[in-house]
Each structure stands twice: as structure tokens, then as C-alpha cells.
């Protein structure tokens, strides 16, 4: 049976149960943006298969993404299917943007995770996996370009295993591999589903000569499932084998716990295994009214996804477009109406809504009102941030707010003609304000302009986007990392006497320090204890000896460097009947930390990231070489796809710049590398 499935656009249904937030998550390149073309079309909310390597694909649609053939930004579109509206957003899978990605997941409560059927899980498919864990986002698995020699979707599954997750769950056979790959084998329903050239999908009976190892996976399905889900358990103790609509109930109830991973396959490019992977996204990933209700920062407030709620959003993006300052929400509670004022609960300013868009990644359809559970943008507040509650001016509540990776590599940025330099500047502002993980600062020393951020392509990204976007151009120096220091030995029962007597009040505070490293993998960068005893030392006292180590910690001795790793105890202290005040116990921690850290013995630390350089195996010794000049610990070497080498290593950051061109040059343009954030490792003293 031949059937062409484009639904119409216009399927809506009232009820949130059929709302589906979801993103699509992935290593670079895996096809993401792909997969989303392909959705876009198949539901029938674009007419045309745009290419990421043409430049025409929905969600790419910034020059600079069409230029380079990689997504930057996170975009938000929405499709319908099967009576299901599905809001979906296309993250990066460039790590330098995974703060993108991070936000995005903030507000999404469900995920594709996309693989790539040669490569199986890549570092940066793990770093997202693992942010969505920790936003406990579930997540199904697409194991795509199936079509591609050396696919293999039983390894790719075994990765699966060892990387991510113990129990990854297969639930169709591909038919055909590499070039002739045409269809899967649905395990649940034990039909086979084949695509034709032009991308149309037939239904049709298991394929006579996979009928065994089809009748075999889906045992083997049926028992993985039992071992996990009570009612699949009984079902197969009683019948000695677990219907189709079990198996769709327990999967769906595996997937929302995060016991198990659905995997599914095809390849996006040829425009197979899209319809099921939509079919899954429905069935098993959940609605707005599945996920815990949303809770205030403070954790006193808790709203419903309930229309009827107060309102209740989160802006997670803010974007400018030509159509004006766009925020980009999504809706815990309430009903938004165009034209109400609401109220940004951190400011407390109040904003008003003048449009509500539905998005299709750059182009919107307006809408009069949105809901609990949906994702839109509107068109209005001036001054919302990224990040911001807006709600019911009668009602404020606070949500937490995502957090901001911190920036590791800095340049400096001057306008190429003086005339320019204010231009510039406000451009930078209003850039870091649409991503946060992005800093302007005047380097204190220099007086120059800097521009911080997740790596060099944020940076040259940014850069690029502030010329096309306002003409300016920008000369930027060359790039730094973020040093920090951190203690090697302390000091004990250190004293610092803050007296200061210069006619009026005057200042006294007399405080006894311990000043140790913190243990090594500590979660926080600061630790602080008070053992007095006797009230030696008020309460508020105390306080503002803790406000003042932290202010000490912004600049380190060595460098002027933040501090990181240090526990401070107050072990003793004194005051003065009249000249003692929280001020200067402060002043007198801030000025007795930095002496005490003078006189402890101290180290810099650098950025490292994790690299995987994947390159033919006869350029293997050069590339060692060159990352052992680099610094770099070489940690794994292992075969690649395909008469490859796939090297881990870790590598200090500053060492990474340019690394890419020079890698292109040594394998002649055959080798390819990965990072990802790992720390900071100590840095070598720099000599004198
Ligand atoms: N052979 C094959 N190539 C594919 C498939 N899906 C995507 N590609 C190609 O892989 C490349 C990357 O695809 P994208 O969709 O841009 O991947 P992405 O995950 O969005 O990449 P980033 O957003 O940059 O992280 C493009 O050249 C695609 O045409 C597939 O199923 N088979
Ligand atoms: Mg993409």
C-alpha cells in the first residue's frame, strides 16, 4: 500500500495532552537539522526538502549558519501530526553554542537524541545526553544516515549502552544496509515499512527472509521490556508474550521514567524512518501535563499546567528580528492574551504583549492567545531577558532562570574606524543580551574592549554577526583563555588587625583565619565555616566576614585571577565596643584573605578540554606528535570508522587555537576533531 502522508497544517487540537515540546539534540553533524527539514515537510509546514548543504533549510536560516553549514542558534518551529502539535526546537551541536542548548532545555520535556550510524555516540551526543538527564528530560534515540557505508545500527546500539544508557531498547530492524537501505522492520507492530526514492511510505508484510530475525529482536524485545514494566511482566508470564499495545504502553512509561531508550533508525537525507520517528515522538515522549509541575526558585510556589492558572512563562531567547525584539516563551500555567500586561517578576517592571507569533524558526503566524504548554514568541516587552518569569501581575512568581555556562576564551575588540567605537560597542551589548554566555568588559589594564565567551567560534561567530547585522567592522586580538588560581597549601590560624583610626568613627575587626584547598572534585568554589565560641564575634559579624572573602576571591595574588577551591574558617576574632562594625569586618576579611592567600602556596590554572581527533590511520604519528607539542595528554587511541584512528586527549585550551587549521594541514583536510569542556588543570608557571 503506497500513501503519500502530508497532514495539513491546520490539525489543531485544544487539548494539552496533545502538545509535544521537544528538542533535537546531537553531535555536530549528526543530522539534526536534517531530521527537522524532514518533519517540517512530512506534516505539511513546508512544501520543499531544504538542504543544510544548500543553505535552504527552515531552521539554518541565519546567513552565517547557511554559510557554514553548522546550526548556532536554537530554533523553534511548530508542526502538527496526528492530531498532535508538536513545538520543536533544532539545537546546535557545536559545543562553543551548548549554552543554546542548555536553555533550550530548560523549557523542552522531551528530546530526540540523534546518532550518526557510522560514528555511534560522539563526545559532544554524551555532553548533551547528559545535560538532558540533568534537566530530566527524556529522551528517544534516532540512529540516522543508515544509508551510509559503514552504518551499523547494532554498534551504534551497543554505544549506546556503553556511553549512555544500560537499557537501549531497538524497536525496528533496518531492511536493506549502506546504499540499498529502504525500510525497517516496525518490532512492535511486526510490519515492515518501506520508502520509495521519492520518500513516500508503504505498509507491507515483514520481508520473507527477515521474518526470523525479526520474530527473534522482537522477543528479545518483549523479555527486556517484561524485566522492567510489571504489567508487561504479567502479560508475559500469562501468555508467554506481550501484545503490541503492552509493549506501546510500557515503552511509553519506560521512556517518561528513563529506564529504557527507544531506538529508532533511518536516514533523514533520503527522507526514511521520519514517519515512525514522529510516531514514536507522539507516543512516547511526554505532554506538558506528564512532566512535575512547575515550581518556583524559592520552591514555595508550584503552578499546573492549567489554563485556568495564573500565567506563568519563562522567556528562554531572546532574539532580534526585523519585525522587532522577539522573546521567546514558554507557558507553565495561564493563558496569555494579546494585549495583557504581565509582569517581569525579577524587575518588577511590567510589560505589555502587543503580539503573540507562533514560530516557524524566521517566519510567524500571529495567534490571539497562547497556552499552558505551548511555546511561542511575542512581540512587545522591551526589556525582558533571557531567562525571565513573566507572569500575572496579581499573581508574581519567580522561576529559576538557566543557568550560563561560564566564558573561557577572551579577545580584545576595537571598531576598525574610531568613529565606530560607541556603535560597537552597543552592538556587543545587545548581543550578549540574546546570549548570555557571551561578556563585554573593559580590560581594566588595557582599557580595551573584550569580548568573552565558550570558544573561538563563539567569538568569530559573534564578531561576524555584529558586521553583518550593523555594518561595524571589528579588528579582535588575539585569543586568551580565563585563567583562575587555585591554592596548593593554605595557612592556619592566620591573623589579620583592621584598625583604623583617622579621627570620626574609626574601624576595627580582628579575625583569626584556616585557609585550606578544598577537596579535589568539591561542587562549590567557596566554603565557609565559623568556629567561634563565646559570641567573640556577632552573628552579623560573621556574615560580613564571609561577603568579605568572597570579595577577596575575585582577584588572586598571582595573576588577579579568580580564586577557586578555597575553605576559609574564622576560628577567632575580636571586637571593639565602639568601633566595630559589618564594614569592617568586611573590609578586614577582604584585605586578611588576600594577605593569607600571599602567604599560602598558590597555582594558575588554565581551560582543558577533552579532544577527539578522528584521522586516517597513516597520519596517527603526526598527530600524536603535534598534540604532545600541544601539551596535550593522549588518554586513548583507538580504531575509528572506516581505517580511521579516533585519539582522546586532553589539551589545554590555549593550546587549541588554530588547531583546526592545522589539522586540516597535516591530514590533508582528512582528519576532523571534537572538544568539550573538562575543568581546569594547573598551568605551568609562566618563567621568571
Ligand atoms: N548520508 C547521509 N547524510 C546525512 C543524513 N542526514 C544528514 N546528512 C548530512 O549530514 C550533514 C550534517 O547534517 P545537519 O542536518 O546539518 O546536521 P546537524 O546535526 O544539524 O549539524 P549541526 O547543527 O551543525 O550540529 C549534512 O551535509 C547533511 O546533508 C543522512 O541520513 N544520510
Ligand atoms: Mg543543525
Redesign the pocket.
Known amino acids: 500500500m503506497r500513501t503519500h502522508t502530508t497532514t495539513a497544517s491546520t490539525t489543531t487540537t485544544s487539548s494539552i495532552a496533545a502538545v509535544r515540546n521537544l528538542g533535537?539534540l546531537a553531535h555536530?553533524?549528526a543530522?539534526?537539522?536534517?531530521v527537522?527539514e524532514r518533519i517540517l515537510y512530512l506534516t505539511g509546514t513546508t512544501h520543499k526538502r531544504g538542504e543544510?548543504h544548500d543553505g535552504t533549510?527552515v531552521?539554518?536560516f541565519d546567513p552565517q549558519?547557511r554559510d557554514r553549514g553548522?546550526?548556532i542558534f536554537a530554533a523553534a518551529v511548530s508542526c502538527a501530526w496526528a492530531g498532535h502539535r508538536i513545538n520543536l526546537i533544532?539545537?546546535?551541536?557545536h559545543v562553543d553554542f551548548a549554552d543554546e542548548v542548555e536553555r533550550s532545555l530548560r523549557v523542552l520535556d522531551g528530546a530526540v537524541a540523534v546518532f550518526d550510524a557510522v560514528a555511534g555516540v560522539e563526545p559532544q551526543s554524551e555532553s548533551v545526553w547528559r545535560q538532558a538527564e540533568r534537566h530530566g528530560v527524556p529522551r528517544i534515540a534516532f540512529v540516522n544516515k543508515l544509508d551510509r557505508a559503514g552504518a551499523d545500527l547494532d554498534a551504534a546500539v551497543d554505544s549506546i549502552r556503553e556511553r549512555l544508557h544500560p537499557r537501549p531498547l531497538a524497536v525496528q530492524l533496518p531492511i536493506g544496509a549502506e546504499e540499498s537501505f529502504t525500510g525497517v522492520v516496525d518490532l512492535v507492530h511486526l510490519r515492515a515499512l518501506t520508502w520509495y526514492e521519492d520518500g513516500a511510505m508503504a505498509h507491507g508484510p515483514v520481508p520473507a527472509h527477515l521474518e526470523g530475525p525479526a520474530a527473534e529482536r522482537r522477543r528479545a524485545l518483549e523479555e527486556a521490556v517484561a524485566e522492567l514494566h510489571p504489567r508487561a511482566l504479567e502479560e508475559f508470564c500469562a501468555h508467554g508474550t506481550v501484545g503490541a499495545a503492552t509493549l506501546t504502553a510500557a515503552l511509553r512509561d519506560l521512556t517518561r521514567t528513563g529506564e529504557a531508550v527507544v531506538v529508532l533508525c533511518g536516514s533523514a537525507y533520503r527522507n526514511r524512518g521520519i514517519e515512525p520517528l514522529l510516531d514514536a515522538a507522539v507516543a512516547y515522549l511526554p505532554s506538558p501535563l506528564d512532566v512535575p509541575p512547575t515550581r518556583s526558585a524559592d520552591r514555595t510556589q508550584q503552578r499546573d499546567p492549567d489554563p485556568e492558572q495564573p500565567l506563568t512563562a519563562l522567556a528562554f531567547k531572546v532574539t532580534a528580528a526585523p519585525t522587532g525584539r522577539l522573546t521567546h516563551l514558554r507557558l507553565y500555567a495561564g493563558t496569555l492574551h494579546k494585549g495583557a500586561t504581565v509582569l517581569d517578576t525579577a524587575t518588577g517592571r511590567r510589560e505589555r504583549v502587543a503580539r503573540i507569533l507562533t514560530v516557524l524558526a524566521d517566519r510567524h503566524t500571529e495567534t490571539d492567545h497562547a497556552r499552558a504548554g505551548d511555546i511561542v514568541a511575542v512581540v512587545g516587552p522591551k526589556h525582558t531577558r533571557v531567562g525571565a518569569t513573566l507572569c500575572d501581575p496579581d499573581h508574581p512568581i519567580l522561576l529559576e532562570a538557566p543557568v550560563s555556562a561560564e566564558p573561557v576564551v577572551t579577545v580584545a575588540v576595537e571598531a576598525r574606524r574610531a568613529t565606530d567605537t560607541d556603535k560597537l560597542a552597543a552592538a556587543l551589548a545587545r548581543l550578549a543580551e540574546e546570549d548570555p554566555s557571551l561578556r563585554v568588559a573593559t580590560d581594566p589594564e588595557t582599557g580595551q574592549r573584550t569580548l568573552s565567551g565558550l570558544g573561538e567560534l563563539h567569538l568569530e561567530v559573534a564578531v561576524e554577526k555584529v558586521r553583518r547585522d550593523s555594518g561595524i567592522e571589528a579588528v579582535v586580538g588575539r585569543p586568551r583563555v580565563a585563567l583562575r588560581e587555585a591554592l596548593v597549601e593554605g595557612v592556619t590560624g592566620f591573623v589579620h588587625r583592621h584598625a583604623k583610626q583617622d579621627g570620626g568613627a574609626g574601624q576595627f575587626a580582628h579575625l583569626v583565619l584556616d585557609v585550606h584547598p578544598l577537596p579535589d572534585g568539591a561542587e562549590a568554589e567557596f566554603a565557609f565555616a565559623s568556629t567561634v565560641t563565646g559570641g567573640r564575634v556577632p552573628r552579623e559579624y560573621v556574615q560580613a566576614v564571609e561577603a568579605g572573602c568572597r570579595d577577596a576571591l575575585a582577584e588572586g595574588p598571582l595573576g588577579g585571577h579568580p580564586v577557586t577551591g578555597v575553605a576559609v574558617t574564622l576560628t577567632d576574632g575580636a571586637t571593639h565596643p565602639k568601633d566595630s562594625s559589618e564594614l569592617a569586618f568586611r573590609t578586614a576579611a577582604r584585605l586578611g584573605l588576600r594577605e593569607a592567600l600571599r602567604a599560602s602556596r598558590m597555582h594558575l590554572l588554565e581551560p582543558v578540554a577533552e579532544v577527539t581527533v578522528t584521522v586516517p590511520e597513516d597520519a596517527l604519528g603526526t598527530v600524536l606528535g603535534d598534540l604532545a607539542a600541544r601539551r596535550g595528554h593522549v588518554r586513548s587511541t583507538d580504531p575509528g570508522p572506516v581505517a580511521t584512528a579516533r585519539v582522546g586527549a586532553l589539551v589545554p585550551l590555549a593550546e587549541l587555537f588554530g588547531y583546526a587549521g592545522r589539522l586540516r594541514g597535516r591530514t590533508q583536510g582528512r582528519g576532523t576533531f571534537t572538544t568539550r569542556p573538562a575543568g581546569y588543570a594547573p598551568a605551568p608557571t609562566p618563567a621568571g
Open positions: 533535537i555536530v553533524d543530522g539534526k537539522t536534517t527537522t543544510v533549510t531552521t539554518d549558519e553548522i546550526t533544532d539545537t546546535p551541536g
